[in-house]
């Protein structure tokens, strides 16, 4: 598949250095000790370590952020059942027969059934390790959130490695790079939530699909099971995946299943396919104790949540939606708005590159197929056994797909096609390819005039400083405009849109799930008393515990309603504009006493009762 | 081509440090805005904000002295006489599309516009203004008998942590027979606008209505108003018709049919012949059933 020279030259230096280091090493001891082994190990295979080393940065850019951006109202509730579960981990571990017996399990794991277990397993057990075990986390928040973090890091390690053996080492950087700078994907990638879990399992799972294809055997087809069924375990967009495998399947294995169903009337499935049908809902019903009593039921109640899903209110240029239709422009719309217009940009040439690749492979086949051959292209393109593009391209359509269907809520605002977003980001990659080539191409024509010879070129150093330094240009206001939209992601808008001003000048949503409550503390610290009662409105009453017991907020003593409140707070949405109105009826005032923004826009506004409450 | 892609970057970055200092309005010129505004405005005029998302802003700075509920949670604009538009980004309020502009000044990155209202008319009375119990009586009709509603003031009921909240039930209210109540709230209208209202609600089931009975009200060439309801039910229009009917004199003066679903809309009914007159004005509403209606009425001058 790769046609990229850069590439190819790449590992083939790695390789061929650490040979060299390898003869050099057994001319000196004839039996290499293992560090010694390991280290041409690692030279020889620096591509694991290269995405390891990018997502490292990014966790510690989250871990080194989360204490300043507030809990989101779903946050609220998984911290309630993360902690319900340890309790049920903990009885596993001091008396496992009555953890299994069916009274424990319901009593426990019935709250927030539904949606599955394992993040939530996973938020308990990193609580239960790095906050009370090990004390690594000062914060019980950022110890339910390490997972969610970590899986950030694997999305984008995953990326970089999809990245760079699909296309190139460079394509990798840029996707992972372009990943990790999407200030919604930022904002995500703080919480105690599935959504970042979700987009990193989504692009594990199908890189699993891609190397058990690629690389054959056991070994592999039974990881894409186990990776299936965690994926399945972790967010219900999992259902959509056998839409990605299935039709790629077909088309790469279709013609020898056909030759082999004909010759032995029997389909040979792709092993990886069997293992996802059948460990993935195995893996699945495993994880979740809930299941484990009244499975079929239960699944099916699982289901009927997603399927008949109520819709929340969301606005969007202008207009709340509160249920089918939902605007078909709604996705292109909001991914224009919210991710980088650079990423999009490369995303477009990457993507128009690798289509035309497509559609070369599709006229070739076509012209065999009918004995002739077109025009176009002129010669046959490298033939992907795996077909590559195709997978890319249908993970991104069935991640987006369904968001242009008029009955899918759209609530959820960019986060519910996260899942596309890495294979966006590696197509992005490959559009940096293309355009660093024309760079490398223009600085070689400049270096030519400026020298006597006429075969000027940079030299290794140099070429790698000059490809961040394009890198750099390139990615300097996404990099800019991610770091700056921290703590209010979901209000951010990309520079092209306007920025957060852009944002509500279109009329698009502001923020959701009350989350940026915190970011009053500065001014509630001045200018509140210990003990004063507080409308928090939108922030779930669980997300506002969590804030007090961590003194994230001053002192105050939360309050369901406006007509109990000294103080009240409204999150500016439209749909939220009722509450507003609703406190200058209870408060005889328009007049908030302070109004906090995010580049001039409003976010909260804060009241203060001035006549006695009756 | 290819090679002129990082200027898309550079581009990204320039804007975004734009966005993100100098288009930022510093707080500064909102005080000098205020204070020019607050140098001119009479009791006649309206403040707005522009765009209606920079509102609370605008109200922060400027208060309720200038730009108080009622100006904010206005029924229209058709009562005021100049408008002071205080607005940032070059954004202007559809609500003063054909205004005549008289004059426009800036104070740093604010433009105060000032508009001359083209069909301004005086209010005479504001209903609103006469809810409490020395102008208003209110009464429950059920199948024919009246039973006189109560006034109290009490604490209001505002709503919860839930959304949509409903509209809020004011601390002062008259509290009649089966729950219902009369008070004035600000409308959370289709429109997602604020509306100061009367709300009558809720009847409940049946064929209940509401008769309030304004005391001294000055009568102008005709009654101007407004009716809506709580957005939660308007957004899912229904075949239901709320009705308010007005009297005067023992004549009836109109009635306005609210369809569920239309919005905050307006009606007018022409009182030539009571112009300058002062006595009772009554208004009856009835089909509220459960929802939270809410209507505004004024007398003015000037002929629809």
Known sequence: MSEEADAKEAKESDAAAAKKTDAAEEKKDAGPDLSTRLRAWVRANPDPFIGGGIALVYVIWLLATARSLGFSRDEGFYFGASSDYSRWFTMLLETPSKAIDRASIDAIWTNNHEHPSLMKSLFAISHMLFHDKWKLFDDDSTAFRFPGMMMMGLALWVTYMFGTRAYSRRTGVIAAVSLGLMPRVFYHAHLACFDVPIMAMWITCIYVYWRADKEGGLGWALLAGVVYGLTLETKHNAWMLPAVFLPHALVVHGQAMSRHAARSSRIPVPTSLVAMATIGPAVFVLLWPWLWNDTLPRIQEYVNFHVHHEYYNIEFLGQTYFGPPSPRSYMPVMIAATVPTITLVLFALGAFDRARVLVAQLSVWAGEAIGRRFSWPKSAPARDRQQTDLLVFLAIAVALGPFLLPRTPIFGGTKHWITAYPFLAILAGRGFDLVWKRVELLIGRLLVVRSTTDAATLDGTRRLVAQAAVALVCFGGALAATVHSHPFGLSAYVPFAGGTAGGADLGLNRQFWGFTTESLAPWLAENSKPGETFYFMDTAWASWVRMQEEKRLPPLRGVGSPADAELSIVHHEQHMNEVDYNIWTEYRSSTPAYVLTHDGVPIISVYRRTHARR | ?304
Not at chain 2, 231 to 249: C, L
């Open chain 2, 1 to 304: 081509m290819l090679a002129a892609v990082p200027l898309v970057g550079i581009v990204e970055l320039g804007l975004h440090v734009k966005q993100t200092t100098s288009d930022i309005v510093p707080d500064e010129d909102w005080l000098a805005a205020r204070d020019a505004v607050k140098a001119k405005l009479q009791p006649d005029d309206l403040v707005l904000f522009a765009p209606f998302w920079a509102d609370p802003i605008g109200r922060k700075w400027f208060g309720d002295e200038l730009s108080g509920i009622k100006r904010e949670a206005r029924p229209d604009e058709t009562r005021f006489h100049f408008a002071y538009e205080v607005g940032i980004r070059g954004a202007h309020r559809a609500e003063l599309e054909g205004w005549k502009k008289v004059e426009e000044r800036s104070t740093g990155k604010i433009t105060i516009g000032v508009y001359e209202n083209p069909s301004f008319a005086k209010v005479r009375s504001d209903l609103v203004d006469l809810v409490g119990p020395d102008r208003l009586t209110v009464a429950r009709i059920d199948n024919g008998a009246e039973v006189p509603c109560t006034w109290q003031r009490g604490p209001g009921q505002p709503g919860g942590l839930g959304v949509p909240q409903g509209p809020a039930i004011p601390g002062d209210k008259f509290v009649c027979s089966g729950g219902a109540t009369v008070g004035v709230a600000v409308l959370h209208a289709l429109d997602h606008h604020p509306h100061l209202c009367i709300f009558a609600t809720p009847m409940g089931a049946g064929n209940a209505a509401v008769r309030m009975r304004f005391a001294g009200v000055t009568f102008g060439a005709s009654l101007h108003g407004h009716s809506g309801v709580q957005w939660v039910n308007e957004r899912t229009p229904s075949p239901e018709r709320i009705t308010v009917a007005f009297s005067a004199f023992d004549r009836p003066i109109g009635q306005n049919v609210h369809r569920v679903g239309a919005g905050w809309t307006g009606f007018e009914f022409p009182t030539p012949e009571l112009v300058g007159k002062k006595g009772d004005l009554v208004a009856e509403v009835s089909g509220a059933g459960p929802h939270a209606y809410c209507f505004e009425a004024d007398t003015r001058d000037g002929a629809p």
